[in-house]
């Protein structure tokens, strides 16, 4: 197996998603064996003044952490600072590295870094694939991000256009996306669909009564909407903002929200400003080792993508809840990557953005409804093990490594 570099903003010991996957691959190709690097930050993704260890050797994988500015996530001027100047590093980094041959895998932190990557992959004679966990700059311009619009927004889909041509592959997370990328003039042959996953052996059913965070954090009585991980501008909170006032006058109901982001913070300002602050319990993000009784302590889960988003991102949570064995509500499109998962594998329901009134009904009779949270629990389980398991996941990418490895 040639020589592998990965490239992404964030890798382990930070939580954040890109990094969690790219961590997981990563060790485990290491130990198999292959000689891996990841080119990274020295940052974690929620402490920009973090600073780790320019170069050090984890689990058999050669990390090499080179230098950006610090602004963080505060405002877009200084996250767009920070993306060029881990920009210009990344490069010279990854310029100075790569050898004729080694297989260069970029990520998608920070957006279009796959075009960076190209540049310095070519001149050195080294093989691209791009690893989309988004695609950029389309979601960019569907959040409305300044100055992303018009010819700016143009001039850098040429650019990515360009570096997904370039690519020997372009490994994508769902078929909606797969579909998208086929439509900017890529071959499908250079299409890879391997979606995303989590740790399936750690993270397993828990029964409320086996949950010690169920009776920590004084939920034995209630039934427990959750939702885990990163609540940014691509979801949605209106319509759980709108069950929960129509759920007020029931004592179990609860909604528990673990983790942080942009919406996070609006979330906890809008259940103050409605006075519903008794069905809300916000936690901040948990340690990974923790995942497998946090991911457990809901009753059921919501997740929520904006429409106008499907095929550009999928949420990477799913995963983490279909292996607790957990119910989950998708806050979407209906005919999404993830709403026709959820229909198909009969493993919760699906709502539109806007409809509390049958978010509240569907949580009102589930609160009910014992039984059916199990069926459709178990179900969500069974489709993770036929489907997205981690080890289905790494199979997939040593097959796609070894078609390249086997290229002239």
Known sequence: MRRL????????????????????????????GTEVHVITGAQVYDDPRASLPAHEIIRGVCV???????????????????YGSFYLSAWHNLAGLARRDDIVVAETDPPLISVVAMTAAGSSG????????????????????PFVRGPVAAALTALRNRSLRHAEATVV????????????????ARIHTIPNWCDDDDIRPVANERNPLRAAWGLENKFVVGYSGNLGRAHEIG?????????????????????????????????????????????????KTALKYSLTVPD???ISLRPELEGLIVPSKFYGI??????????GATDGELGRLVRQHACGVVI?????????????????????LADMGARAREMLETQFARAKAFERWRELLDSLDQLP
């Open 5 to 32: 570099i990965f490239i992404n903003r964030f890798f382990f010991p930070d939580h954040s998603a890109t990094s969690q996957i790219l961590s997981d691959l990563a060790f485990h190709l290491a130990g198999t």
């Open 64 to 82: 090499h952490r080179v230098a950006s500015t610090r602004f963080g996530r505060v405002g877009l001027f200084g996250r767009a600072v920070d």
């Open 126 to 145: 080294a093989r691209l694939v791009n690893w989309l966990q988004d695609v950029y700059p389309e979601v960019a311009v569907e959040l409305g991000v």
């Open 173 to 188: 997370v769902g078929d909606l996306m797969r579909a998208r990328i086929q439509s900017f003039g890529i071959p499908a």
């Open 239 to 287: 319509t759980v903002l709108s069950a929960a006032e129509q759920l007020r006058g029931d004592p179990r109901m609860l909604f528990l929200v673990i983790g942080g982001g942009k919406l996070f913070d609006e979330l906890t300002r809008a259940v103050a400003a409605r006075r519903i602050e008794s069905l809300f319990r916000f936690v901040p993000y948990q340690d």
């Open 300 to 302: 059921m889960h919501w």
């Open 322 to 331: 279909a292996a607790a064995g957990k119910p989950m509500i998708v806050i």
């Open 352 to 372: 539109a953005p806007g409809d509390g009134a049958a978010l509240a009904a569907a949580l009102s009779r589930l609160s009910r409804d014992a039984a059916a």
